[in-house]
């Protein structure tokens, strides 16, 4: 989910409270286009879209929430608590953001401990207190100090060594050392830092870990490296790990790093979607629809992609109004549109203004061609700015007030 920001609610502030501030008047006014012209004009001058919204309450519920998180972590002094965080949230790309800022407040505490101990003794004392408090967050740091540790100890011990149960163990170390090597790859691959990812993943994939050896798959999909690309998946697949299944699905769907191959393609598929890989129920619901790999059967097509959008993959929404309407069922194909976009789907929100504005489920609705084709604009569908503005002509100063308020309605998550 995605969420506005200061600077779009600050149009809105000025478009929508303007409007609703005039003086009721019955006459078409074709000026009343001023709120989406305002933001189109301030997208062109910023170059980005600064309509990045989610499409309802919950998204910028889990926003506050995500940021409320990561102030009580930093609120505190511990390390571990930052480190689990990362652990626990590495594949969530709607916390890429929150996850990039953990990672750095975590490697900044990390580098002030290592400075602080850079003054201390080099002695097993010091060693078995630095790896007893962060090892587990900082464990490249502790392996320098062991360094400087090993490196002062005499050639032959003066006199015996008593075993301590607290002093570092070698497995210990490359434990802690494995696990965030692997996080790190998980979390650049997350924020969409390929560079570093691409070195943070390799050392994890090449020692059989099927979640790094899946992002290898995908990195070196955009190095345009596609037998590569197939090596990484098959390697990925191997292990049962669903993404790396539905990757290496697609490598056969499309020919590329292997031979064509659209039965072998729906059978790695099923295989994800029994994961229950959204992604995965898409494709196996798109295969089934156009018959790739199969004979077509519009009735399992309508089972997976239903599964799909029910976990929330919009793209499954949007193949499911696509399927009713080719079937002549309008109502079905309205909900599953309605629904996309009131999850912020700027396609969906486009096509719900078309159908209202040619009057494809009934007679003409200039007031919900107006409301869709608004919502589309300002999550980012340039496509709707000759639609807002030719729909505006249709209604009275009163009824785009009213539609102003739905507007700002639908963008807190409000629908009505």
């Known amino acids: 989910m995605r969420v506005l920001t200061a600077a779009f609610i600050f149009l809105l502030a000025l478009g929508l409270g303007g409007c609703s501030s005039q003086p ?13 012209g305002k933001s189109g004009e301030y997208l062109t001058a910023q170059g980005r879209r600064m309509a990045d919204f989610a499409g309802s309450l919950a998204g910028s519920q889990d926003q506050k929430r995500f940021q409320e998180e990561v102030d009580a972590l930093f609120g505190q002094p511990l390390l571990d608590p930052l480190t689990r965080y990362l652990e626990e949230h590495s594949g969530d790309e709607a916390r890429a953001t929150y996850l990039a800022k953990v990672a750095s407040e975590r490697d900044s505490r990390c580098q002030a401990i290592a400075k602080r101990y850079a003054g201390e003794a080099a002695n097993p004392q010091n060693l078995q207190r630095m790896q007893r408090g962060y090892l587990y967050s900082c464990p490249g740091e502790v392996k320098t100090f062991a360094s ?6 005499p050639a032959v011990p003066v ?31 997350t ?17 059989g870990d099927a979640r790094a050896q899946h992002h290898m798959a995908s990195l070196a999909l955009i190095n345009r490296d596609s037998e590569a690309a197939a090596a990484w998946a098959t390697r990925s697949a191997n292990q049962q790990f669903a993404p790396g299944q539905l990757l290496l699905g697609n490598l056969y769907k499309e020919g590329q790093g292997v031979k064509k191959d659209n039965v072998q393609a729906l059978k790695l ?28 059967s519009p009735a399992r ?34 909900a599953w549109l309605v629904q996309a976009a009131r999850k912020g789907s700027a396609k969906a929100q ?36 000759p639609e807002v503005d030719r729909q505006a002509a249709f209604l009275t100063s009163a009824q785009l007030d009213a539609a102003h308020a739905r507007i700002q309605s639908g963008l807190n998550g409000q629908w009505r």
């Open 24 to 36: 009721e008047k019955e006459q078409k006014s074709p000026a009343s286009g001023t709120l989406l």
């Open 350 to 385: 486009f096509r719900l203004g078309d159908i209202y504005a040619k009057g494809r489920s009934g007679a003409a609705d200039n007031n919900e061609a107006y409301f869709w084709y608004s919502l589309a604009l300002l999550n980012g569908e340039n496509r709707a700015k």
């Open 148 to 153: 400087r540790v090993d490196s002062t100890r």
């Open 159 to 189: 006199s015996p060594v008593v075993p301590d149960a607290e002093a570092p163990r070698p497995a210990a170390m490359a434990e802690s050392l494995s696990r965030k090597e692997a996080n790190n790859c998980y979390m650049l691959f």
């Open 269 to 296: 598929m099923q295989q994800a979607a029994d994961g229950g890989l959204p992604e995965a129920l898409y494709e196996l619901g798109m295969a089934h629809r156009q018959g790739t790999g199969a004979a077509a």
């Open 301 to 334: 097509a309508v089972q997976y992609l239903t599964q799909a959008a029910n976990q929330g993959h919009i793209p499954a929404h949007l193949a499911l109004a696509s399927l009713f309407e080719t079937e002549n069922q309008p109502d079905k194909a309205l």
């Open 191 to 207: 924020i969409k830092n390929y560079r570093q990812a691409l070195e943070a993943c390799r050392e994890p994939a090449q020692s």
